[in-house]
T-cell receptor, first 110, second 116 residues
Framework: GENVEQHPSTLSVQEGDSAVIKCTYS??????FPWYKQELGKRPQLIID?????GEKKDQRIAVTLNKTAKHFSLHITETQPEDSAVYFC?????????FGQGTTLQVKP | SAVISQKPSRDICQRGTSLTIQCQVD?????MFWYRQQPGQSLTLIAT?????????ESGFVIDKFPISRPNLTFSTLTVSNMSPEDSSIYLC?????????????FGPGTRLLVL
């Protein structure tokens, strides 16, 4: 079955800097890759997603890139703000069900 | 997107008892899922709740322990049976939306379960 590895497990950046979180997946049939942000005590919230027919997608300060050959995808957050501090999860899917990475705790220092 | 609610939001239960968690979606959806999230951990898929047929369970999860109902396209329940302290966790439901792939999942707020 699908396996998703996420790195780093923790990431600390200064406000205004960029943050990059990387995930690799094992199943070459996976074709949908969402990213979720989870604040403490809250539900995971979808922040951006990408499908395998696209190499990059941007939404304001957030972008996701996908390398199908290498089977990895990354989340890029530019101009980070303290409110970006949260746990971020990547996931992969080819059948509608999501397999999640282990999560990255992002801390943005003011 | 879909608006998803869960009941109860939290509960404290005695070992050996069972708890049923309800998940309600504000629109008809084909795909509904149940996840478990242990403190400080990632989300683990328990099962896919299929409307009109038995749920599809992931490895390590069985119907006797986690029976699931899906009576219609907006509602599902997950029962945690014969609970032990190891079942203490957050249980989340999700609904798949989207006009083509229906794979964009939105999550309910979760049910925080503590088993004593």
């Amino acid at each position: 079955g699908e396996n998703v590895e996420q790195h780093p497990s923790t990431l600390s950046v200064q406000e205004g800097d960029s943050a990059v979180i990387k995930c690799t997946y094992s199943d070459s049939a996976s074709n949908y890759f969402p990213w979720y942000k989870q604040e403490l005590g809250k539900r995971p919230q979808l922040i951006i997603d990408i499908r395998s027919n696209v190499g990059e997608k941007k939404d304001q300060r957030i972008a996701v890139t996908l390398n199908k050959t290498a089977k990895h995808f990354s989340l890029h957050i530019t101009e980070t703000q303290p409110e970006d501090s949260a746990v971020y999860f990547c996931a992969a899917s080819n059948t509608g069900k999501l397999i999640f990475g282990q999560g990255t705790t992002l801390q943005v220092k003011p | 997107s879909a608006v998803i609610s869960q009941k109860p939001s939290r509960d404290i239960c005695q070992r050996g008892t069972s708890l049923t968690i309800q998940c309600q979606v504000d629109s008809q959806v084909t795909m509904m899922f149940w996840y478990r999230q242990q403190p400080g951990q990632s989300l683990t898929l328990i099962a896919t709740a299929n409307q009109g047929s038995e749920a599809t369970y992931e490895s390590g999860f069985v119907i006797d322990k986690f029976p699931i109902s899906r009576p219609n396209l907006t509602f599902s329940t997950l029962t945690v049976s014969n609970m032990s302290p190891e079942d203490s966790s957050i249980y989340l439901c999700s609904a798949g939306t989207g006009t083509v792939y229906q794979e964009t999942q939105y999550f309910g707020p979760g049910t925080r379960l503590l088993v004593l």
